[in-house]
């Protein structure tokens, strides 16, 4: 079974941190990608990575910056985090195209 | 021309009812259309697709119905049962060659026994 961890499940900052979110896929999949969920929007695509040290903006990169070292993980990056970023953070692989994404529990994060 | 538009926000159905979610798009050039389930507390899951070559697929209880010339596509679930109560996507695949997809704005199913 597939398994994409996200190493946080509740975080709390404060506005104008810097706050990593990391994520490990353990498939040895090629694409990884990040997604932001909020109530009556949907997932919306952050960034998404093809391979290591390729990235590519998805819908909504304003904010946010990737990081992508090793194969098996993805980290999230808010600069200087804001109150609009409270949300929760979805992070997915796929091996291939049309191939399903495998998504991570997600973390839930509140930004003060 | 990149949305893909779904209703219901929410739906209630009673035990052995049918359950239909819609989901309407506008670029035809879109070429895969998975639903997602997910159970609170965890990350989506995909429940079945569908390419637009074929105008319905079932597995099991699941149901996609695809209507091209309308742009619409729609998830039923016969029988719903109380563990089918979860929150369902709608994705589409834009026509570039990624594995990019743009997702609904959620339904969130609930089946009453």
């Known amino acids: 079974d597939v398994k994409v961890t996200q190493s946080s499940r509740y975080l709390v900052k404060r506005t104008g941190e810097k706050v990593f979110l990391e994520c490990v896929q353990d498939?040895?999949?090629?694409?990884m990608f990040w997604y932001r969920q909020d109530p009556g929007l949907g997932l919306r695509l952050i960034y998404f990575?093809?391979?290591?040290?390729?990235?590519e903006k998805g819908d909504i990169p304003e904010g946010y910056s990737v990081s992508r070292e090793k194969k098996e993980r993805f980290s999230l990056i808010l600069e200087s985090a804001s109150t609009n970023q409270t949300s929760m953070y979805l992070c997915?692989?796929?091996?291939?195209?049309?191939?399903?994404?495998?998504f991570g529990n997600g973390t839930r994060l509140t930004v003060t | 021309q990149q949305q893909v538009k779904q209703s219901p926000q929410s739906l209630i159905v009673q035990k052995g009812g049918i359950s239909i979610i819609n989901c309407a798009y506008e670029?035809?050039?879109?070429?895969?259309f998975p639903w997602y389930q997910q159970f609170p507390g965890k990350g989506p899951a995909l429940l079945i697709a569908?390419?637009?070559?074929?105008s319905e697929k079932k597995e099991g209880r699941f149901t996609i119905s695809f209507n091209k010339s309308a742009k619409q596509f729609s998830l039923h679930i016969m029988d719903s049962q109380p563990g089918d109560s979860a929150t369902y996507f709608c994705?589409?695949?834009?026509?570039?060659?990624?594995?990019?997809?743009?997702f609904g704005t959620g339904t969130r199913l609930q089946v009453f026994p």
């Open positions: 670029n035809t050039a879109f070429d895969y």
């Open positions: 569908i390419r637009p070559d074929v």
């Open positions: 498939m040895d999949h090629e694409n």
């Open positions: 990575s093809y391979d290591v040290k390729m990235k």
């Open positions: 994705a589409a695949r834009p026509p570039y060659n990624t594995d990019k997809l743009i």
């Open positions: 997915a692989s796929s091996p291939s195209q049309y191939s399903p994404l495998h």
